[in-house]
């Protein structure tokens, strides 16, 4: 089967395996709102931000199917022109728009890269640039404009190094860049005196192509003077933390500044800060001042510690490192310096058994005594052991399956564990003991069970106990009896091959297959050729809603807030384990100047 592989010089792929379910479609593409007529309101103030980068790519590079399973599959039947290699010098030109806008950005500097060489140039007041006599071979293009990032933001995903087949130049590029947001404010004791050199971090929930919902540190900055700080970041969710700080100038006795969360609560989707591009908003951060104390801690070792993390009653953490100090000649003891208070410590240890998880309850109070000694009486975090079962395939099921020796296990699939809580904040993966079995080791908690990997296999059932993990959330407990995740998989998967078009000609777009049903699955979108010839394969069976962008947009299907305003545009199809039947199913373009609400 062609492929673009060939277009960028890499070895040709290996045709697709004919038993996958087929339903062919032919559906237009939608058009993002650009929302110039009803501006979305500004509550807070905008202004011209640092310079940002975003890259496009006008023709897409095809993956290896087990490397990505919604690679974009070429149709060279459909149009032997499409892909023909240029011999002559070509034109290549675009625009560059503001992605929450849709309007041209004036003067942004685009570059043109090909080989070890580059080109630049500024767009016009229509947000236009063009570049002449460029040799006919696979290109860069990026624009820069201050005020701009090149990080996705909470909407339009359009970021990230992509490139330009030679087979594409001719091609009119639309190059987008994401207005910057700013988190700004003031960090000051309790006292109100402001406080320097405070690092403050922004935390950013947001989905992830291929890998669900993740929080993950997006910007940070450290106080001044003034106690101010100021943090650039794209359009999306947030929270912001300052760290635990060690202060030597507030009190003439050892003090740190606690670390602080704003907004409290564990809530990703209440307990959040939601920037819209463009917009900048001010928080004030008033942590507490603790007293430093010395403790010792007797009759455990470091080994019996492990490595150990403390948690205030918000969830914020704090390092916690007791060293050995010797008290007399070959007699040491495990001290720390402390903060007063009551606190959650973590203990982690990897063995051959694989690791292992305590957590204990660390209670400092003021003593004349010094160093002040504790207890660590730490209760052990049930490990969750992984039963991965393969389902068999229908006796009835001829030859649309191929059988394999391979037997998928909890890393093989990419199984994950994805927080719902602002206090874990990391996904967990699956952890091997040295005979082979595998578990989650995961902090107390409420998770989502997540399947970020494509080995042809998907996850038909996941229990819990008695709970369907496919439909609630796995709660995670100290003292918990010890319980089995239970996954059958199975590999009778299916496949959507079709086109896309925008007012009748097929188009390059980005296809979305939001799963009607429960699912581990994390969504993969696939991408269109410039024929509109687009393939998901590797489907989990089941009934599916199926929609195209011009532009790739971050879609989460467990947020129906995400892709709802393309219900009117978007088909149902049902997709059975084993079906090779094909379904055409035509739509009519909508016009590029009908909105979407």
């Known amino acids: 089967m062609p492929n673009l592989a060939e277009n960028f010089g890499i070895p040709s792929l290996p045709p697709l395996i004919p038993h996958f379910l087929q339903h062919r479609l032919t559906f237009p593409i939608l058009k993002e709102s650009n929302r110039t007529e009803n501006p979305v309101p500004m509550p807070h103030a905008k202004r011209l931000r640092k310079a940002g980068l975003a890259l496009i790519l006008a023709a897409p590079l095809a993956a290896h199917p087990q490397a990505n399973p919604f690679a974009s599959i070429p149709n060279n039947a459909q ?68 005020g701009y990032t090149n990080q996705p933001s909470a909407e339009f995903n359009g970021g990230s190094l992509l490139g330009v087949p030679a087979t594409s130049l001719s091609e009119p590029a639309v190059l987008r860049l994401s207005p910057e947001s700013v988190l700004t404010g003031t960090v000051t004791d309790p006292q109100g005196n402001p406080v320097p050199n405070v690092r403050v971090t922004a935390l950013r929930s947001n989905s992830v192509e291929g890998f669900g919902r993740q929080i993950t540190p997006t910007g940070f900055s450290s106080t001044n003077s003034h106690g101010r700080f100021r943090i650039v970041v794209p359009a999306g969710d947030y929270r912001v933390e300052s760290a635990y700080t060690p202060q030597h100038t507030l009190s003439a006795k050892p003090v740190a500044l606690m670390p602080t969360i704003y907004p409290e609560g564990d809530s990703l989707t209440q307990s959040i800060i939601h920037l819209a591009p463009g917009e900048e908003h001010q928080i004030e951060l008033h942590p507490d001042l603790a007293t430093l104390v010395k403790v010792v801690v007797h009759g455990q070792s470091p080994r019996d510690l492990g490595n150990l993390t403390a948690f205030t009653q918000s969830g914020s953490t704090f390092p916690l490192h007791f060293m050995p100090t010797e008290v007399s000649p070959g007699i040491s003891e495990l001290t720390a310096s402390v903060p007063l208070g009551t606190f959650t410590v973590r203990s982690t240890r990897r063995g051959p058994e694989g690791e292992s998880m305590q957590l204990a309850t660390l209670k400092v ?9 504790v207890t660590l009486q730490f209760l052990a975090v049930p490990p969750i052991p992984i039963e991965v079962t393969v389902e068999d395939p229908p006796a009835s099921n001829n030859s649309s399956t191929p059988q394999s020796n391979f037997k998928p296990n909890a890393s093989s699939l990419g199984l994950r564990l994805e927080p719902l809580e602002w206090t874990q904040q990391i996904p967990q993966s699956p952890s091997r003991a040295s005979n082979g079995t595998e578990s989650f080791v995961a902090p107390p908690g409420t998770y989502r069970l997540r399947q970020v990997s494509y080995t042809g296999f998907y996850i038909q059932s996941a229990t819990f ?110 997709l059975n384990p084993a079906d090779t039947t094909t379904a055409p199913l035509n739509l009519e373009a909508i016009p590029d100047e009908e909105p979407i609400p």
Not at 492 to 516: F, M, W
């Open 79 to 146: 149009n032997p022109a499409a892909l023909q290699q240029p011999t002559t010098p070509q034109t290549v030109s675009g625009t560059v728009l503001d992605s929450h806008t849709g309007q041209p950005i004036f003067r942004a500097l685009v570059k043109l890269a090909a080989g070890p060489g580059q080109r630049l140039v500024l767009t016009d007041s229509a947000g236009h640039f063009t570049f002449a006599n460029v040799e006919p071979t696979n290109i860069f293009l990026s624009a820069t404009k201050p």
């Open 365 to 373: 109070t003021s003593s004349p005594t010094s160093p002040i000694p």
């Open 465 to 574: 106990g008695d709970n369907d993990v496919l439909r609630n959330p796995i709660l995670v407990a100290v003292g918990a009896a010890p319980t089995t995740l239970r996954l059958t998989v199975s590999n009778q998967t299916a496949s959507i091959r079709g086109s896309v078009t925008l007012n009748g000609a097929p188009t390059a777009a980005t296809v979305y297959a939001i799963p009607n049903f429960p699912t581990a699955t994390v969504l993969r979108p696939a991408t269109a050729n410039q024929t509109g010839s687009f393939m998901l394969f590797g489907l989990q069976p089941g009934e599916y809603t199926i929609f195209a962008l011009l532009h790739k947009h971050t879609i989460d299907p467990t947020e129906p807030a995400s892709y709802e305003r393309y219900s009117a545009h978007s088909v149902k199809i049902k």
